[in-house]
């Protein structure tokens, strides 16, 4: 783990905004709670999951850093706790690199991942990625309906036929972002850039949240009517539920 004195643009984004730290590590959180305070977040520290908990039922901070392995509660079971109640945006650490924990991870609702050992600004980058991401998509919009769906952006409330669709806070922004571009085929990398703000990225982190999103919308997850993939080239939203 190391750090950097190189400054951007992005070292002004997310200046006062609330980190809460959950690692167990001293080592790791000492270092990262000084580099984030030097540039300029207010930074909670906790080394357990439930202490982390408790302060969550207090108050939501605007970036959670998450190190998945926690004695008592664990990382992946403190956020599945935050999930009932929030869509804080939440970036995962781990030593555990492997493909499959990213994915367990993901699939759990984190928004972002980091394996150990990490470079602080990158930290930073993706801390500031995030809130720059969450800013531009809380701007309000005027409810609208397409298709089966109906969404109100100020609630982000998103219903079909009627009900209500229960989404965590990427899930929202992805479905969101389909129900802007319906029956056009829209690619990985394209669903990457505009729902999580990334140039590049695991493709894996796309295929995980459309699986999920289809669990929570598709009458049968596997033959979807509305979220249909078009192979070798991504996916193809259909609000009206056609299946032609």
Not at 42 to 58: F, I, P, Q, S, W
Not at 97 to 102: M, T
Request: aromatic letters at 6%; a neutral charge.
């Amino acid at each position: 783990m190391h750090s950097s004195t190189d400054t951007g643009p992005d070292d002004a984004v997310g200046v006062g905004a609330a980190v809460m730290l959950v690692e167990d590590d001293r080592r790791v959180r000492t270092a990262v709670a000084a580099f984030l305070r030097a540039k300029g977040f207010r930074v909670a520290e906790y080394d357990d999951g439930e202490t982390a908990r408790r302060a969550v039922l207090d108050a939501m901070p605007d970036v959670l850093v998450l190190d998945r392995m926690l004695p008592g509660l664990s990382g992946d079971d403190l956020l599945r706790d935050i999930r009932t109640r929030s869509d804080v945006p939440v970036i995962m650490l781990t030593a555990l690199g492997a493909s499959g924990h990213r994915i367990d991870g993901l699939e759990l609702g984190a928004d972002d991942y980091l394996a150990k050992p990490f470079a602080l600004r990158e930290l930073q980058l993706r801390i500031a990625k995030l809130l720059r991401h969450r800013a531009s998509r809380q701007s309000p919009l005027a409810p609208f309906t397409v298709g089966r769906f109906r969404i109100d952006p100020s609630l982000r409330r998103i219903t079909c036929d009627g009900a209500d669709v229960v989404l965590s806070g990427r899930e929202y922004e992805l479905l969101l972002f389909l129900l802007k571009n319906p029956d056009r085929v829209v690619s990985r990398d394209e669903m990457l850039r505009e729902v999580w703000g990334w140039n590049s990225g695991d493709a894996s982190t796309v295929t995980v949240h459309v699986r999920r999103l289809r669990e929570k919308i598709e009458p049968n997850p596997r033959e979807p009517e509305y979220l249909r993939t078009e192979w070798g080239a991504g996916y193809r939203f259909t609000p009206s539920g056609r299946s032609s």
